[in-house]
Nanobody, 115 residues
Framework: QVQLVESGGGLVQPGGSLRLSCAAS????????MGWYRQAPGKQRELVAR???????NYADSVKGRFTISREDAKNTVYLQMNSLRPEDPAVYYC?????????WGQGTQVTVSS
């Protein structure tokens, strides 16, 4: 059974940083493409960043240059380093694992940006 557990969310001031982590179990992590999505209240869930099994990353335009996705296959973990957080970044952030047509989701972690 696939399990994705996110951590690292919280409250941060505008301009601050957070690092989200997602620990995966029940999968051969190294062959999965991993991603982070977010959903703010009243808005659709949107892709933030994803990283292929080979380590190629891509980002939503809104976070380019501020967020960095990375993976550590030895620890079955994917990270999202978020810098220069803005008032428009607060949301529940979800981790995903995808292989072909299959995908799994974590429960999400809340990120709040407020002074």
């Amino acid at each position: 059974q696939v399990q994705l557990v996110e951590s690292g969310g919280g409250l941060v001031q505008p301009g601050g940083s957070l690092r989200l982590s997602c620990a995966a179990s029940g999968i051969i992590f190294s062959i999965y493409h991993m991603g982070w999505y977010r959903q703010a209240p009243g808005k659709q869930r949107e892709l933030v960043a994803r990283i292929t099994s080979g380590g190629t990353a891509n980002y939503a335009d809104s976070v380019k240059g501020r967020f960095t996705i990375s993976r550590e296959d030895a620890k079955n973990t994917v990270y999202l380093q978020m810098n220069s957080l803005r008032p428009e970044d607060p949301a529940v952030y979800y981790c995903t694992a995808a292989l072909g047509a299959l995908s799994s989701w974590g429960q999400g972690t809340q990120v709040t940006v407020s002074s």
